[in-house]
Every structure is written in C-alpha cells, then in structure tokens.
Nanobody
C-alpha cells in the first residue's frame, strides 16, 4: 500500500521560511517524478513544483526564486524549501508521486498525500 505523509507545515510570519517534508512507504521515490500542489481556501488546487527522476525541476511562476524542491532518495523523501513566504502562499500543501515511471509530471491521477497546512500571517 502506497502512503505519502507530509510534515513541516505551520504558522509563519510574512518573510519567514518553512521546509515541508514528504516521506513515502510502499513506493520507490528515486524512480519517479515527485511534486507539490497546493489549495488555498476558496480556490482550485494548483501545481507548485516538481522534480523528475533526472532531477530536472519546474516551478509555478509565483514561487520561482523563493521555493526549492529537492529529494533524498536514501530517505525516500521529497522536500519543499519555502523562503520569503507571503500571505498568498497560505494553503494546504500536498505531496505527489507519479504512478508511471515514465511520467515527467504529476497530476490528479497520481499518488497524493493527505496535505499539510501552511499559514502565512502576521
């Protein structure tokens, strides 16, 4: 059974930083594209970042230069390092893993975690 478990969310002031982690069981992260999506209150879920098995990365324009996605294959974990956080970054953040070993993106049909809340507020 595949399970993705996010952690690291919380309340942070504008300009602050957080690191989200997503640990997996029942699946080998090193062979797959991994990613993060988020959903803000009253808004649709949106793509944030992904990293391919070859470590190529893609980011939502709004987070470029502030967020960094990385992976630790030995720990079967993917991270989202978030710096200079803004109130608009407030959302539930979801970790994703591609079902197909040949997919270079992640989306609704792939594996998802349960989400972790990030709130940016003074």
């Amino acid at each position: 059974q595949v399970q993705l478990v996010e952690s690291g969310g919380g309340l942070v002031q504008p300009g602050g930083s957080l690191r989200l982690s997503c640990a997996a069981s029942g699946i080998n992260f090193s062979l797959r594209t991994l990613g993060w999506h988020r959903q803000a209150p009253g808004k649709q879920r949106e793509f944030v970042a992904h990293i391919t098995r070859g470590s190529s990365t893609t980011y939502l324009d709004a987070v470029k230069g502030r967020f960094t996605i990385s992976r630790d294959s030995a720990k079967n974990t993917v991270y989202l390092h978030m710096n200079n956080l803004k109130p608009d970054d407030t959302a539930v953040y979801y970790c994703n893993a591609a079902r197909s070993l040949f997919s270079s993106t992640v989306g609704p049909s792939d594996y998802w975690g349960q989400g972790t809340q990030v709130t940016v507020s003074s």
